[in-house]
């Protein structure tokens, strides 16, 4: 089951600025981490935030997390061309299997 | 350098035949992961494995089987009961048996053709 859901499924935006993406899931977490994926490549952590933190950063990313809402945010700032890739959230539920599960992503093009 | 080697980076399977993908990490993680991803879509959980000799099923785990004799390896298994196995496969590791705070490394993929 897809317990994350990223939105938007698409986003494209222009060289410099800011690309937020946002993922919803169902259940209660230990954790929600976040995933690039370039084209055919496998996946790269990012970020990981834990469910009693409410913000993360990380460089150029800035990580929220809702757990009333059951969602979080990416934020990229400043873009640069080399960050088009598909960003996934993947969650670890707080009982239960011990393993991530992985939304639909958010395919990120950044134009030069 | 650690990390996690995926082989053969492209596979083609006739109908009906078995195949088994490699997965080998040298990071001393506990815990191996098997996703599949179609195209444009997210991972799905095939199977996975917090220890030696013992595995557990994902959420598509029927046409698959997998073996976790050694710490550094956990291969997959593509059987003929799989009737739709074209697709990306990735295998990830992580150091905490409850990947409790602590993200995925992943390999960089085998890619599976039904020819």
């Known amino acids: 089951s897809q317990q994350g859901e990223e939105d938007p499924q698409a986003l494209s935006i222009q060289e410099g600025e800011n690309a937020t993406m946002n993922c919803s899931y169902k259940?209660?977490?230990?954790?929600l981490q976040w995933y690039r994926q370039n084209s055919g490549r496998g996946l790269v952590h990012l970020i990981l935030i834990r469910s009693n933190e409410r913000e993360k950063h990380s460089g150029r990313l800035r990580v929220t997390l809702d757990t009333s809402k059951k969602s979080s945010s990416l934020l990229i700032t400043a873009s640069r061309a080399a960050d088009t890739a598909s960003y996934f959230c993947?969650?670890?539920?707080?009982?239960?299997?011990?393993?991530?599960?992985f939304g639909s992503g958010t395919r990120l093009q950044v134009q030069p | 350098d650690g990390g996690i080697t995926q082989s053969p980076k492209y596979l083609f399977r006739k109908e009906g035949q078995n195949v088994t993908l490699s997965c080998e990490q040298n990071l001393n993680h506990d815990a191996m992961y098997w996703y599949r991803q179609d195209p444009g879509q997210g991972l799905r959980l095939i199977y996975y494995?917090?220890?030696?000799?013992?595995?557990q099923k994902g959420d598509i785990a029927e046409g698959y089987s997998v073996s976790r004799e050694k710490k550094e390896s956990f291969p997959l298994t593509v059987t003929s009961a799989q009737k739709n196995p074209t697709a990306f496969y990735l295998c990830a590791s992580t150091t905490s048996t409850g990947g409790e705070g602590y993200g995925y490394t992943f390999g960089s993929g085998t890619r599976l053709t039904v020819v």
């Open positions: 259940t209660s977490i230990n954790n």
């Open positions: 494995s917090q220890i030696v000799n013992d595995f």
């Open positions: 993947a969650t670890r539920p707080n009982t239960g299997r011990r393993a991530l599960t």
